[in-house]
């Protein structure tokens, strides 16, 4: 079959297995973003973020990630959500991590996706990631034409905003490739003014040992820095501050993921539940959550912090 067809397959099948955009763009060397990414780990703004260091050439070229690689499909899975924490007072949770792990559900769409392509064009070798390999994500899809990056650090769709897990499948399969968009970021500094702690600098920079969702789940530390005290703006887990002042996020649509719907014993918990959070109670909570990721203790250190 032709490029065009196997092409124009492989985006059909991936919007009808739930992924909202794809793209698809040269399994090549990322020149200019391995130039900028030597830049940010010299200045250290990655913190204690020590696996960021790790894999360079294969973080900065999928085709040494996935040898014999050509292609690289990027997809966008959408997490939005209208639905709340119902106590204004209760430390707050970044709202990508409401529901089931986002790695296991969009895994199980990937898997399903190659297996699919597979079976329509024939073998077809390669592997898939959903934030769970050295790959400069954000890079690759802004180079499949699916988005930019915005001076946040994340990428920005047109049609919908940022609030989207990015996917790959990295694969040996020859395609039509598309092209980059423009940054639509324009004179806007919203996500900069509005960062409580000042992570995000001018030129598109973040600096992560400043940002709340490094400090809240990344920083393994037994106590968070005190500078950060009083300026966390009640977050425990991740930071939704600088998506949910970005004017592209306005047309952010409800997702249609069953597994993403949030539980009702998450969104009722009081204040007083947290303060009161139990070993028992978060092994309940977030049995399937990516919030277990920063671990009872982790979470128990992050509610203390928060208060007066």
Not at 160 to 179: N, P, R, T
Not at 234 to 245: A, P, R, T, Y
Request: hydrophobic share 35%; with cysteine.
């Amino acid at each position: 079959m032709s490029k065009s067809k196997n092409t124009k397959y492989i985006k059909r099948e991936a919007i009808n297995l739930g992924f909202d955009f794809v793209g698809i763009s040269k399994s090549e060397f990322l020149e200019e973003d391995a130039k900028n990414l030597e830049k940010w780990l010299n200045k250290g703004y990655h913190g204690k973020l020590s696996y960021m260091e790790n894999h360079f050439d294969k973080r900065c070229n999928p085709n040494k990630l996935v040898e014999g690689s050509k292609s690289v499909i990027s997809l966008l899975y959408n997490y939005h959500t209208d639905k709340k924490q119902k106590d204004p007072q209760a430390p707050k949770i970044s709202k990508y991590a409401f529901a089931e792990d986002y790695h296991f559900v969009v895994k199980d769409k990937l898997k399903q996706l190659i297996e699919n392509i597979s079976n329509y064009i024939g073998t077809v070798d390669g592997r898939y990631f959903v934030d769970s390999a050295p790959l400069l994500e954000r890079a690759l899809a802004r180079n499949s034409g699916i988005g930019w990056i915005g001076k946040h650090g994340l990428l920005i769709n047109k049609l919908q905003g940022s609030e989207f897990f990015i996917a790959e499948l990295i694969i040996d399969l020859e395609l039509e490739y598309d092209s980059p968009i423009k940054d639509y970021c324009g004179s806007c500094t919203a996500c900069i003014d509005y960062c409580p702690t000042d992570a995000i600098l001018p030129g598109n920079i973040l600096d992560a040992t400043k940002c709340i969702s490094y400090l809240t789940i990344e920083l393994k530390d037994e106590i968070l820095p005190s500078e950060f005290k009083g300026k966390m703006d009640s977050w425990m887990f991740g930071c939704d501050i600088c998506q949910d002042v970005c004017p592209w996020n306005r047309f952010t649509k409800q997702h249609s993921e069953p597994r993403f719907e949030p539980s009702l014993s998450l969104l009722e918990m009081t204040k007083r539940d947290w303060d009161g959070l139990t070993q028992e109670k978060f092994s309940s909570l977030f049995k399937k959550s990516a919030i277990k990721r920063t671990k009872f203790n982790g979470l128990k250190r992050n509610i203390e912090f928060l208060k007066p």
